[in-house]
């Protein structure tokens, strides 16, 4: 995810290669990051964080603790905004770790590697309206930004964070009929992608309310609405929101 950020805050030119400094302990990845981005690159954390506008911490959550021994908070400029994609870091742990500075969580989901993700921020204690609008543009460069308060990140994790996965499967599942009716899967793959991602961008384009959008496409005793139906039926809509709901009291239990 941090490297999805770094190529398109470069690609759109949100920030120069010569602004950015990223700290990497592998030799071998700091080499591929100077070449491929033309980046500075250091193997040393505090290196990173000194006279920068903006520090991304994006680490897996369980070494947080290890990256913080090899810098010293104090000398990181209490101008400085950290930004952090850690899962299920709460704020207050967040914000204890550098107590001077405003932190603003955020959660981005995969779809961001391609520039079409969605990204939930929540301000600290500390965050103002300019330290919102730099978080904003740095996040703007992987797709769309929301503001929520910090109790409802679970929510967007189960949501946003988790639901490619929910959509992948549905995806399959699709391409797993038509295969069933005979289809090729090569094109059921096809037919079944270029539906959803077809359909997410006419809702996106059109700002109908996806009800409005089935009210369309079922004619009466046509295809659509029997498989329709059939969904509803076999308890689609409430599997979606149990598996959001379930999601939701597992990232509660991680980040607890």
């Known amino acids: 995810m941090g490297e999805a950020l770094l190529s398109r805050l470069l690609r759109q030119g949100t920030y120069s290669p010569d602004a950015v400094m990223v700290s990497e302990p592998m030799p071998q990845r700091r080499d591929y990051l100077a070449q491929e981005y033309g980046v ?112 409802l990140m679970d929510a967007v994790t189960a949501l946003s964070g988790s639901g490619p996965g929910y959509i992948a499967v549905a995806i399959e599942a699709l391409t797993d009929g038509g295969v069933a009716m005979g289809l090729p899967r090569t094109i059921a793959a096809q037919l079944a992608l270029q539906t959803v991602r077809g359909t997410a961008e006419l809702l996106h384009e059109t700002g109908w309310h996806p009800a409005e959008l089935k009210d369309r496409v079922t004619s009466p005793g046509g295809t659509t609405i029997a498989g329709i139906a059939q969904l509803e039926a076999s308890g689609f809509r409430s599997a979606f929101i149990e598996a959001v709901r379930a999601a939701c009291r597992r990232s509660q239990e991680l980040g607890s």
């Open 40 to 151: 500075q690159t250091s193997a040393d954390n505090q290196a990173a964080a000194i006279a920068t506008e903006v520090l991304l911490i994006a680490v897996k959550p369980q070494i947080f603790d290890t990256a913080l021994t090899t810098l010293t908070v104090d000398a990181v400029p209490s101008t400085t905004l950290v930004l952090s994609i850690l899962a299920g870091t709460p704020l207050a742990r967040l914000e204890a770790a550098f107590p001077a500075h405003p932190v603003v969580r955020a959660m981005p989901n995969t779809p961001a590697t391609v520039g079409a993700g969605i990204t939930a921020i929540a301000a600290g204690d500390r965050v103002q309206a300019h330290h919102l609008e730099t978080a904003q543009k740095v996040f703007q460069a992987v797709g769309e930004v929301v503001q929520v308060p910090e109790h």
